[in-house]
Each structure stands twice: as C-alpha cells, then as structure tokens.
C-alpha cells in the first residue's frame, strides 16, 4: 500500500512511495507527528539518479523487518535535495561537521523541533569493517533517546545553536562593502591574477582538470579561465581548459556514441564515470564547449557542441517543453534473468570486444574495438569497458557508421530511468547555453527550444510573481524557488532576450531580479539562498561556494551585471559589485570554489561590453562571436533606442566610443577570434 508519498511530483519521492517504510515529506505535520509519539525522527535525504541512494533503499527501505523497526521507532521524512536544496544545505553542514565528509544518501536523526544530534551518510544492512549496520545505528539511536533524552535534545539544541552562529559569522560574512569603492579595493586584476595562479599551482597538466580523483567536471572555473585568457592574453588559462577539455571530450566521461557528459569521473584519467547524466552539467559543458571554440576554433569543442546540444534535445526534453533533470546512472544488464534484474551502475554503456563483435561484425568490431579502446581486461568492471577516443579516427565515414550502429544496438539495451521533474534553476542553465549556441551554430531549432523552456518556466513556474523550484508533467510543485533559481532563470532569460530580441524577456529577467534585490537581500550588501518569507529552518541557508552549479550568490551577481549592461541600471551594477566583492577572500585562497564569481569578477573589470548593432547582419554575427568577457550583444531593446545609423555601438561602463563599421574593427574590438 503507498504511503504519504504517493501524492508528491518528485520522482526520488516517488520511487519511495511503495516502501514499506510508512515515509512522510518535509511537512509541518511530521514533526507535528514526532512530537505527538515522542519519537526521534530519521530524515533521509537523495535524489533520483543516485546509485547509493538506490543501493540504500534496495538493501534497507523494500526490507519489511528494517521498515517495520524504522516505522516503530521513528517518524521518516524522506527529502528530494533537488527540490529543497536549503534543507540539504542545513543538514548536510551538520552531517561534515559531525562526520567530516558528506554526500548522499544523507542520514540524521532529529529531535521533534528538527535539531539533529547524529547524522551519517550510507549505512549497510550489515556491519562491515570500521561501519556499523544500519539497524545498529538505529538501536543505538532508540536506546539513547530512551536513556538519554534529555541530554540528546539539549545536543541538538547546542547544534543548532552553533550551526546558526557559524551561519551569522562565517569566513566570508561581512567582507562586501555599501558602496563601489569598497568593491574596487577588493575586485581587482591583480586578485584575478592570484586566483589563476592559485588555479595553475592545482592543474593537472597530464590528464586536466584540478585535483586527483574523483574528478568533476570544471565547468565554471574554465569559464573564469577563458574570460582571463581574453581579457589578459595569457596562454596558460586558455590552455588549461583546451588540456581539460580535450582529455574530458575523449575519455568515458563523454558518451562517445550519443553525446553528454556523465556526472565525474571515478579515476584521476576521465576514464571510468559515475554514470548518472545531469542536466546542470550538460548545460554548463555546453556553454563551455562554446566558449572554447569561439576561442580557439576546435574541431573537437565544436563536434562536442553539437553533440551536446542535440542530447539535450533528444534525451532530456520533457512533452511540456522544459528539460528533465537527469538519466540515471544505473540500468537492467542486458540478458540478466528476470529473478535478478537489479538495475547496475554503467550496465547500458560498457562493452566487451565480443559485443561490439557482435554488433559490427569481425573486421569492423576490431577497428572500434581500437579505436575506443576496448580491452579483453576491461577499463570498468566485469571485464567491460567505457568506450574512450584517445584521437580521431583517419576514416570519418566508417567511424560515423559504426557509432550510428553501436548507438543502435545499445538503445535495445534496458535504458536508465528518467528524472523527469523540471528544475527552474537547472532550466534556466539549459536556456542560457542553447540560446547562444543556437545563435553561434546557426540552428535556429536550438533557439526554439530554449524558448519553449522559457514560456513552461513564465507560465507553470511562475506563480503570483514568485519561482516555484521544481514541475512534473506540467504541474508545478510547492517549493519555493531559491536563489539560485531566479538568477540562473534570469541568466537564461537575459540570454535568450539578446538572441531572439523580444523585449518581453528582459521585462521577466528585471521582474525576477527584483525580487532577488527585496526578499534575499543580507544587511552586508549579498544576498541569503532563501527569500525573507521561505519556511523558516535552523538556519537561513547562505552558501557563497559553487558546486555542481554556480552558487546563488554568484548566479544572482551574474544576471545582476547583465542586466545592468542591457538597460544601463547603476543600480543593478552595483548589486553586482557588492555581490561580487564577497568572493574575494575565496577568488584568493581558492578559486575552484568560487568560478563562477570569478567569471563575472572578469567582466566586470573588463566593462563588461555594451554592444549594440544596428542594421547590420553581417556585423552582428561578427560580434557575437566576440570573446570579451561577459560582452552583451543587441540588435533591439535600450542599448539600441535613439541609434538609426547603421554600424556596431560598443560601451563599457556607461561609457561609450565612436561606432565601427567594418568586420576588422569589430573584431578587433570584441576580441573575435574565429574566422567569418
């Protein structure tokens, strides 16, 4: 029988709802419920395209007797953090700090007042060396509040009061200044500089990226690179992301036979993925595949580009014109009996040489089985291998034709599930990335598309002038939008408003930024995640460090300078700055962590570029195709009003020079650096 998820739009929650485990959601009414029994509560918190979640959930949430001692025991909430990213930011602080690592699935327990005295990540259903079971931790849980109640809620009662006070004092509060002067001590070239130096002393020159293993794609770190790379000249940045993009682009991080980026990779090499494909990545990659190619004209980032873009259109499109959030990482194995088709992590990808044999017959099978390097020992598990392209086959037309007959084959194969919910901030990411790609690669299907994305967010997601954060088939859910949801929907908005001209964009960008500027502004001159009126948590969440996606912060600082340069708002352009100003400390100490801030750190000590063309077609493809950091480019709208002579118009600043008329002007001056 289902239990109280049955009725949620999340597919995580979803994929719970016939657990025998009597799970609640985030609700008033279920600590209304713990403290009615006088129970603990278990808060479990994952996402839908999370391999140890499922692994979780198989081993402990289908299990009836482990159900029945979780339904006895406690009251269980069960949280999608896709939809409430600020209750995951809350408990996930708690869980490092009393843990020292996070992840998910996420466990903590929580007195009836939702204060946590004990948290985890992943339990077993069996103890294992240097891991306790997750039935012990239970019983030790029960016995404790038994015994020991009172001395646990005062615990938690002491968490939580740290946890706000680290929130009040954290290492980058109260840096940001009330005025542009302030921010001009603190934004500087030369702090960019020490950021790509601090980016430099961490590369990884052999294989790219940042770091050892695991590996995460950098998606906005490279775009702080590239930016740096145009505005200062130096060849070091710009090839830190060529390395990186290349070694990402060839290794099994990339789906050499359908496109799209898995989520990292396991190993130091791109060569073995955690396999789930996200939206956020997807989105992000793509405008970084972009970028690169519109600065150094690669074959391979333009192949990627296209190969992205389509994937995103082929497989996370949702009927309602939005994009789902993720294809999972796990599938059925092909061939395995019925009595054991537990889905596996990677099972729809890996090959065998026997397979692609199989497939493409004795010659053609020993040709991919080089060319992808496939071994008779595997690069994953079970003697199977992710397929790779360490270079470029010599035979264009047999490559395309044996990717055209694995990519076939391989869709018989059981598929991933679908996370198909729509997520506002995620979407705003997809919008931003196809609308300039669709502009840059002439394909106006691309444009489409992300205009259909854009009318599902105004028309579902959008609710008496406020961001809902997730939708399902059309419906939208009940979870307020966050910070990161209006900036990044604004970003897109302002994107597709540069490439299409409708004015009606830039009026639904100015709206949402509005309200970023009233309901999550902080006394300091940044902004919290949540709105002033968000349900109220152990903390107002405020995280100024990118993830998978670039922070709220960071996000709302992005679209606050664009929309600046677009409408000429000193206003909004010093939001921007006093936004901005709060990564500095981190730009310096560790500039992986803040990319994104870096990225518009760049433009706004670059202008960034206010460009207006007029009557002139041939010219405006030449200028957006410019390099110059965070340059907006415009042929409608208020940078162009009151200009009736044909030509290029470019300001920095609110301050403007003479027009250019011809393509070697342009190029020029907006830094372009493929050929027209």
């Known amino acids: 029988m289902p239990n109280k998820l049955a009725q949620q739009t999340s597919p995580y929650l979803l994929q719970h709802a016939d657990n025998p485990v009597d799970w609640w959601p985030w609700s008033p009414e279920a600590f209304a419920e713990a403290a009615s029994r006088g129970l603990p509560v278990l808060l479990s918190v994952g996402y839908a395209s999370c391999h140890w979640c499922h692994v979780m959930?198989?081993?402990?949430?289908?299990?009836?007797?482990?159900?029945?001692?979780?339904?006895?025991?406690?009251?269980?909430?069960?949280?999608?953090?896709?939809?409430?990213?600020?209750?995951?930011?809350?408990?996930?602080?708690v869980t490092v700090a009393l843990t020292g690592h996070g992840g998910w699935p996420m466990t903590v327990f929580l007195t009836p007042k939702g204060e946590p005295f004990f948290a985890g990540t992943y339990f077993p259903p069996r103890s294992r060396p240097g891991m306790a079971s997750f039935r012990q931790v239970m019983e030790a849980v029960v016995d404790a509040w038994r015994t020991r109640r009172q001395e646990i809620e005062e615990s938690g009662a002491d968490i939580a009061r740290r946890l706000a006070e680290a929130a009040k004092h954290g290492p980058v509060a109260g840096l940001a200044a009330n005025a542009a002067s302030k921010v001009a001590d603190e934004i500087t070239p030369a702090l960019l500089d020490t950021a790509v130096a601090g980016l430099s002393a961490r590369f990884d020159a052999r294989h790219g990226g940042f770091g050892g293993a695991p590996k995460f794609p950098p998606s906005m770190t490279a775009e702080l690179l590239l930016r740096h790379a145009a505005r200062t000249g130096d060849a070091r940045s710009l090839e830190m992301v060529t390395v990186t993009c290349e070694r990402m682009a060839r290794g099994g991080m990339y789906d050499q036979l359908a496109g799209g980026f898995a989520r990292y990779s396991v190993d130091a090499t791109w060569t073995v993925p955690h396999f789930e494909k996200m939206l956020y990545d997807n989105a992000q990659l793509l405008r970084v595949y972009l970028h690169l190619w519109r600065a150094t004209e690669s074959p391979l980032a333009a192949r990627v580009v296209r190969e992205t873009a389509e994937?995103?259109?082929?497989?996370?499109?949702?009927?309602?014109?939005?994009?789902?959030?993720?294809?999972?990482?796990?599938?059925?194995?092909?061939?395995?009996?019925?009595?054991?088709?537990?889905?596996?992590?990677?099972?729809?990808?890996?090959?065998?040489?026997?397979?692609?044999?199989?497939?493409?017959?004795?010659?053609?099978?020993?040709?991919?089985?080089?060319?992808?390097?496939?071994?008779?020992?595997?690069?994953?598990?079970?003697?199977?291998?992710?397929?790779?392209?360490?270079?470029?086959?010599?035979d264009p037309a047999r490559f395309a034709a044996v990717r055209t007959a694995l990519a076939a084959a391989r869709a018989t194969r059981p598929q991933p599930a679908r996370d198909d919910k729509v997520v506002a901030a995620w979407n705003g990411l997809a919008i931003a990335a196809l609308a300039e790609a669709g502009a840059l690669f002439g394909e106006p299907g691309w444009i489409s598309a992300a205009e259909d994305a854009a009318v599902l967010l105004r028309d579902v997601h959008l609710v008496d002038g406020r961001l809902r954060r997730t939708s399902r088939d059309g419906r939208v859910g009940s979870n307020a939008g966050v910070l990161e949801d209006y900036g990044d929907v604004a970003e897109g908005l302002l994107a597709l408003h540069q490439v299409t001209g409708d004015p009606l964009w830039l009026t639904l960008s100015g709206e949402l930024l509005d309200v970023v500027r009233t309901r999550f502004a902080a006394p300091d001159g940044g902004f919290f995640d949540t709105a002033d009126d968000a349900e109220a948590l152990l903390r107002r969440p405020r995280d100024d460090s990118d993830s998978a996606t670039p922070s709220g912060q960071a996000a709302a600082a992005g679209a606050l300078l664009t929309y600046s340069a677009l409408t000429s708002s000193i206003d909004h352009r010093l939001a921007a700055e006093r936004a901005v100003a709060r990564f500095a400390p981190l730009l310096s100490r560790d500039a992986r962590f803040a990319g994104w801030a870096g990225a518009v750190a760049e433009a706004l000590v670059a202008g960034p570029a206010e460009v207006a063309v007029v009557d002139s077609p041939e010219l405006e493809r030449i200028a957006r195709?410019?390099?110059?950091?965070?340059?907006?480019?415009?042929?409608?709208?208020?940078?162009?009003?009151?200009?009736?002579?044909?030509?290029?118009?470019?300001?920095?600043?609110?301050?403007?020079?003479?027009?250019?008329?011809?393509?070697?002007?342009?190029?020029?001056?907006?830094?372009?650096?493929?050929?027209?």
């Open 311 to 394: 994937f995103l259109l082929a497989d996370l499109r949702t009927p309602q014109g939005g994009f789902a959030s993720a294809l999972d990482a796990d599938a059925v194995p092909p061939g395995a009996p019925a009595a054991r088709a537990r889905p596996e992590e990677g099972a729809s990808y890996a090959w065998t040489p026997a397979g692609l044999r199989a497939v493409l017959g004795e010659d053609d099978g020993a040709w991919a089985t080089d060319i992808f390097g496939v071994t008779t020992e595997g690069t994953f598990e079970h003697g199977t291998s992710v397929l790779q392209l360490p270079a470029d086959p010599a």
């Open 57 to 93: 959930a198989h081993e402990s949430f289908e299990d009836t007797l482990t159900a029945a001692y979780m339904n006895d025991h406690f009251v269980n909430i069960k949280v999608d953090r896709e939809e409430r990213p600020d209750v995951d930011s809350v408990y996930m602080d």
């Open 625 to 676: 195709l410019g390099t110059a950091p965070g340059a907006v480019v415009v042929t409608d709208g208020p940078l162009v009003a009151g200009r009736d002579k044909p030509g290029v118009y470019v300001c920095r600043q609110f301050v403007c020079g003479l027009p250019v008329h011809t393509a070697a002007d342009v190029r020029r001056e907006l830094g372009v650096k493929v050929a027209t």
